[in-house]
């Protein structure tokens, strides 16, 4: 399948080690998951404020062949998201934790499915 995911930075510079932190966790999901479509991340530096510090959020569309997954890591009180690497694993996480359910739910379908009619031919 075509796995094409587009990184959106909004209100911070873009740099190569940035880029590659996320294009490494697309490649982790993209192996767990091969129902990917496409994608996409935007990393965002909204807050600036000089009491709480700048806190990073990472929002990530997950399209698959049967599930639209979105994680919004808008965790404004969150100090540890004011490392942005810490951001993106904890959305990744989160979207992977998503794909697994949905992937669970989506194999114990057919499979019950298929058993329940090879049960009814065979009668």
């Not at 399209?63 to 979105?70: A, L, N």
């Amino acid at each position: 399948m075509t796995n094409e995911f587009q990184i959106v930075f909004h209100n911070m510079d873009q740099t190569a080690a940035i880029t590659e932190a996320v294009q490494k966790r697309i490649e982790k999901l993209e192996r767990f998951c091969d129902q990917i479509i496409f994608g996409r991340v935007v990393l965002d530096s909204p807050h600036n404020n000089h009491h709480k510090g700048k806190v990073y959020s990472v929002s990530l569309e997950v399209h698959t062949t049967v599930k639209e997954v979105r994680v919004n890591q808008d965790q404004h009180d969150n100090h540890a998201h004011e490392d942005l690497y810490v951001a993106i694993r904890d959305a990744f996480n989160a979207a992977e934790r998503q794909l697994k359910s949905v992937d669970k739910k989506h194999r114990a379908t057919p499979l019950s499915k298929s058993v329940e009619s090879f049960d009814n031919e065979a009668a």
